[in-house]
């Protein structure tokens, strides 16, 4: 097992992480911008280390910086954290040339799941039901035409390399299909120097649907269920819950299974999330997979009772997992509610400062992950996430009594958070009679 | 109150027994321009915890390592990089910059060795060391204080 | 207050009876040139204990009902128990105290009902009503102000 | 069910019955003196009302003013809490008398298992093993004496009103036996007004193990398995934790059972914690009942996933329960550690005072309840619990690790906590290995 581990992460993933590592005995190293010098997790940390000025770039995303910080205390390990570079295969390499264990997947997988067109074609080969569409990249206008009206409108069109809704276009006909080819090809070169692009059938009034997968070095993959996302706003998740409250034992099975069926077929190792989409029939699509731990794993830590940052510690450092898929039992429902330093009055704009008054919410089924204290600074330069609160309860509709006294009770003054816009959610009828799709946010919460 | 002497002892005895029968901490009795006015310990309890919490110094304001220290006037060279200091380009040379010497800004004083990679770090002001911050093969984090220079 | 005399002991004495059944800490009195001001230390509050004014104060300061408001040097007359205020003893009678009633220590000035017991509040002061705070039948809490008076 | 709950108590555990009120759509009525004017729960509350000074006796105690401000705020129920009067039969008959539900049990219940002869009677009718010992009072020393050699030294002499060690002596023969009678006559007649003392065989070496159990009015009664809360000083307890870590199937099946029976026999409704003592030999002797819902209640909660406070709640509202014992299944090791405002180094004196900082541990597993928030001030009026720490894990070793974790970020500023001492006890040889007695404190962390 590993002795030491570097965070190359901030905020409350680097916390979450710091906590896994000493409950398993291992010691956690933290690097910090100048712009989180005070943050609290850094007194927790064995040791922390100062690795440039608040900009990203030259800190969280500084790869020189981060494995000098990795050499000089002696680390054998790097968690990454999510964001940032979990998913930047350059960095899993030079941390394994480095010999420093990158705590993620191989930088081979990583890239081929990376890859939307890539992993379409794995899923294929696995068996995972797809989203009818082009075969591959599409090179110009008429042949997107051409395959457009084979599958039949509506469709959308993604950039390859795409991600958080960045070089995406819908049209319902030839006409909007040509605007939105080219608009779409000149985002997705902007945003990710690559203007490769692909287009499926939009599956209309979807429900994201994520399945949670950890994958040994040894080729054993075990599922945790998954994890219903259909509250987004702009592609960002607000609200996530374990189960999916309108899926069928049966469904539900076979939609774990296929996430298995994908991982194992990409000779995957370390935490996983396979996302579809769930239409009003029940038929779920494969989308992509995140190569990472994400944001919302609490949701499913709760659900099944096991911590997934100390398995994925642990297959890192090439255990093989001592969990069966039978060892792991689905109990009531988890939801988490992600507190952003957003203002719902104002188009859920930024909202960053000083914390003058925390009160954290507590009792019965409530899980609290904060980086944030009384007198904390919600930085600017990062993202706006200042607290996660999850709750666990026997049913739904308990769990959402637990979630709005929760929210209800926590106090951050004076900054602005999404609270007021959740605690609105949560009370909809649709959302408590489970008739959401991912447009539920704008339709209804606009 | 003219009328009756307020430094009248017998007075002040019972208003001070009074105070201690019923536990008061302090008693003031003014009347025109005579005044009595009395304190037993307790009445003035320490007033703590007045200051703001030191959290709320601002994160930025340790980002600015090359700002003169007030105190000693002092300019202070700092580490633009995470790495090992060595003040020298190999054991058996002379270290770049010893106490005492001469520096201005293109003055190569030490270098940060980062991912097997020297980099030469220069003065990038002008005037006398007058501390060497490190030691030798010492880990060093970005904005640590390398050298003190005296402008 | 020229008339009393502020130095007579046996008035003083009224008045610190009066700010412990009150359990005030503070007491001044102000009349013209003549001026009376006692202090104690919060109710129940261990003399000798560490913790600092701030602490124990938060608590106590808003438990000083009767404590002149100096903006108007009106003094507060509070409720004692948690019940029912009633202004007369029933409804057809004669309220017991109204604005401007002339009021001193022992007259009765209202009524509050607690678990079925009619309970009559005492002035405990001398003065005049200048402001009747709660209505009939109105629930009030402990502390509670009920009337003010100007002595 | 109840529209309007008053909360006669303050602090933690009025905070606790607050969000269970919440979550169940009751409206929370709270009562507070003059020194919790500033407890931030008085904003959470539906109503709160002001019933007097800080001295206990002329607030949580005055039990007309409890019942007037029950009065003036119109409520159909009252939550007593634990302690203040939670064990007042009085206070529970003057609730029925004014038509106000008492959330707990019938006063004669109350009364009958609150005296320990007659809880002793109870307890043999439902065959229920207790220790050897006097049958009911004893009047003089010579009858004490010729019990004591009966059921042979050590004996211990407690009195039949007593509670939290007051009255309790220990002697080894004849001659300590005569000075402790007295001794303990004395310290009764003190404490309870009430001198009637009895006799029983002192089990050396044992651990304190009690069962929680739950009851409704219509003679239904499930357990919530054991808890065990053997680390004790001066019979205050500081960690609990479910299960109890040496009990073998079989013996934990007979003692849950035990306290069922118990209950039933009583004609007991309402939630109850029925005490035992184990010996080396694995052998269990009931001490007493708690006709109360008791500070350890969610170590409980954790390992069987039930809210207890809710259901408290219901079974006084008159619903029968609507699980069965097959319902409750018992998952992991819960711990909890009692945070109190007094300095361990200084033989834990109370340490009241501002709290300047206060950064509440989070994350997987842990679970904090607490009414205390940076800024607020710990009275010196009232005991001196300010949170209670509870955490969740499949194994103990793992409990054990994730409580150091926590009680290690649990940051507390300036006024000193227990936090130190309960470190030491989780470090401590002895306690790992499960071979600890009530006397371990004493023993050994002097």
């Known amino acids: 097992m590993f002795s030491r581990i570097l965070i190359a992460n901030r905020g409350e993933i680097a916390l979450r992480i710091i906590r896994a590592c000493h409950e398993l005995g291992i010691e956690a190293v933290v690097v910090y911008s100048e712009a989180d010098r005070e943050a609290s997790y850094l007194d927790i940390a064995d040791e922390a280390v100062c690795i440039g000025p608040a900009s990203p770039a030259k800190s969280y995303l500084n790869i020189p910086a981060i494995i000098s910080a990795a050499e000089i205390t002696?680390?054998?390990?790097?968690?990454?954290?999510?964001?940032?570079?979990?998913?930047?295969?350059?960095?899993?390499?030079?941390?394994?040339?480095?010999?420093?264990?990158?705590?993620?997947?191989?930088?081979?997988?990583?890239?081929?799941l990376g890859d939307k067109?890539?992993?379409?074609?794995?899923?294929?080969?696995?068996?995972?039901?797809?989203?009818?569409?082009?075969?591959?990249?599409?090179?110009?206008?008429?042949?997107?035409?051409?395959?457009?009206?084979?599958?039949?409108?509506?469709?959308?069109?993604?950039?390859?390399?795409?991600?958080?809704?960045?070089?995406?276009?819908?049209?319902?006909?030839?006409?909007?299909?040509?605007?939105?080819?080219?608009?779409?090809?000149?985002?997705?070169?902007?945003?990710?120097?690559?203007?490769?692009?692909?287009?499926e059938k939009f599956i209309v009034e979807p429900r994201h649907v994520e399945v949670q997968v950890m994958a040994d070095k040894s080729g054993?993959?075990?599922?945790?269920?998954?994890?219903?996302?259909?509250?987004?706003?702009?592609?960002?998740?607000?609200?996530?819950?374990?189960?999916?409250?309108?899926?069928?034992?049966k469904?539900?099975?076979?939609?774990?299974?296929?996430?298995?069926r994908l991982v194992k077929e990409a000779n995957y190792h370390s935490?996983?999330?396979?996302?579809?989409?769930?239409?009003?029939?029940?038929?779920?699509?494969?989308?992509?997979?995140?190569t990472r731990i994400q944001v919302e794993h609490p949701v499913s830590?709760?659900?099944?009772?096991?911590?997934?940052?100390?398995?994925?510690?642990?297959?890192?450092?090439?255990?093989?997992?001592?969990?069966?898929?039978?060892?792991?039992?689905?109990?009531?429902?988890a939801m988490e509610c992600r507190i952003n330093a957003e203002d719902p009055a104002r188009g859920y704009a930024p909202n960053p400062g000083r914390v003058d008054k925390f009160i954290v919410p507590g009792g019965f089924g409530v899980r609290v992950d904060t980086h944030i204290y009384q007198g904390a600074i919600v930085s600017p330069y990062y993202d706006s996430m200042i607290a996660k609160l999850i709750v666990h309860q026997p049913t739904r509709q308990e769990a959402i009594a637990t979630m709005k006294r929760a929210l209800r009770e926590f106090k951050i003054e004076p900054i602005k958070t999404t609270i007021p816009g959740q605690l609105a959610i949560l009370s909809h009828n649709l959302f408590v009679k489970n008739q959401v799709d991912t447009s539920f946010i704008e339709r209804h919460m606009g | 109150m003219s009328d009756k002497n307020p430094m009248d002892l017998k007075k002040v005895k019972e208003l001070i027994d009074l105070m201690k029968e019923n536990e008061l901490v302090e008693l003031e009795i003014t009347d025109g321009d005579s005044k009595v006015h009395l304190k037993r310990p307790g009445a003035n309890m320490p007033v703590m915890h007045q200051v703001p919490m030191q959290a709320m110094s601002?994160?930025?304001?340790?980002?600015?390592?090359?700002?003169?220290?007030?105190?000693?006037?002092?300019?202070?060279?700092?580490?633009?990089?995470?790495?090992?200091?060595?003040?020298?380009?190999?054991?058996?040379?002379?270290?770049?910059?010893?106490?005492?010497?001469?520096?201005?800004?293109?003055?190569?004083?030490?270098?940060?060795?980062a991912m097997k990679v020297m980099n030469e770090i220069k003065a990038e002001v002008s005037g006398t060391i007058v501390e060497v911050c490190c030691k030798d093969g010492q880990a060093v984090e970005y904005g640590q204080v390398l050298f003190k220079v005296r402008p």
């Open chain 1, 74 to 112: 002696d680390v054998d390990a790097i968690h990454p954290g999510y964001g940032f570079l979990a998913e930047n295969a350059h960095f899993a390499e030079i941390c394994n040339e480095c010999g420093i264990t990158f705590i993620g997947p191989d930088p081979e997988s990583m890239r081929q």
């Open chain 1, 117 to 199: 067109v890539a992993a379409r074609e794995i899923a294929k080969k696995a068996r995972v039901p797809i989203v009818p569409g082009s075969e591959g990249e599409i090179t110009n206008e008429s042949e997107a035409v051409k395959i457009a009206n084979k599958i039949g409108y509506p469709v959308i069109i993604k950039a390859a390399a795409g991600g958080g809704g960045r070089g995406m276009r819908v049209a319902h006909n030839d006409i909007s299909l040509h605007k939105a080819f080219g608009a779409a090809k000149a985002e997705a070169e902007a945003a990710f120097k690559n203007g490769t692009l692909y287009i």
């Open chain 1, 220 to 249: 054993n993959a075990i599922h945790f269920y998954e994890r219903d996302c259909t509250i987004q706003r702009r592609h960002q998740k607000l609200i996530e819950e374990s189960p999916c409250p309108v899926l069928d034992e």
């Open chain 1, 251 to 260: 469904t539900r099975e076979e939609l774990c299974k296929s996430a298995l």
């Open chain 1, 271 to 290: 935490a996983a999330t396979v996302e579809f989409l769930l239409d009003k029939d029940k038929n779920f699509y494969f989308i992509e997979v995140n």
């Open chain 1, 301 to 333: 830590e709760l659900v099944t009772g096991q911590d997934l940052i100390k398995l994925q510690i642990k297959v890192a450092a090439g255990q093989t997992l001592d969990l069966r898929q039978r060892d792991i039992k689905h109990t009531g429902v």
């Open chain 2, 58 to 113: 601002t994160p930025t304001a340790s980002a600015v390592p090359a700002e003169p220290a007030k105190e000693d006037g002092l300019i202070k060279i700092v580490s633009p990089i995470v790495g090992t200091f060595y003040q020298a380009s190999s054991p058996e040379a002379e270290a770049y910059a010893k106490s005492g010497d001469k520096v201005d800004a293109d003055t190569v004083v030490c270098i940060i060795e």
